[in-house]
């Protein structure tokens, strides 16, 4: 089978956001790059039973070449960012508090300093129809110079080096956006770090970690 190991990560990836409760049924999807191939998710199959085979693998202008289920159908959103960004893995999902978020701001206050792991600020890209090329395009713009990004009135999207990468910004993203509800919930008004201090911790990460 072609890309094996990877469809069957995106398989247990899509378990993993059904069990911490970022997608709901089947939504949601996954696609990991290799080369000039695109692995997705499937449309409207049930995570538990996913399988490696259920993963379609298309090449970047979307054509099939071992797609037995209907791709994911933010396909379009997905094929958007690879076409326009130098990354190897997308991750989209639900999650409530991205998802509420999404509906009274523009973009995510930066209210906490991870807010840098995405680059600066992370937007939300305004309102178009679910699958639609209107939607992949205000998402693309949103994600400039990001990897992550809100969509208003559905979900979230991260981008990464690979898929753990992604996988790992989805919890931060929703771990501030979280932040900033419960923040807002208070009813003061919610401090926000300035855009220097944000630019100065993306710098700084950009050097964090171990070295060997
Ligand atoms: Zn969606």
Redesign the pocket.
Known sequence: MLLAEVRQEIADACRTLQERGLVVGT???ISVRVDDLVAISPSGVDYPGLTADDVGVHRLDGSPVEAPLKPS??FPLHLAVYAERDVAAIV???GVPSSALSTVVDAVPTSHYYSALFGGQVRVAPYAR?GSDALAANVLEALRDRTGAL?AH??AVTLGPSLAKALDLVAYLEYICDLQLRALATGLPVRTLSTEEIEGVVADLAGYGQQR
Do not use: L
Request: glycine share 16%.
């Open positions: 939504a949601g999807n159908s933010e989209h999902t639900h679910f969509m559905h979900g």
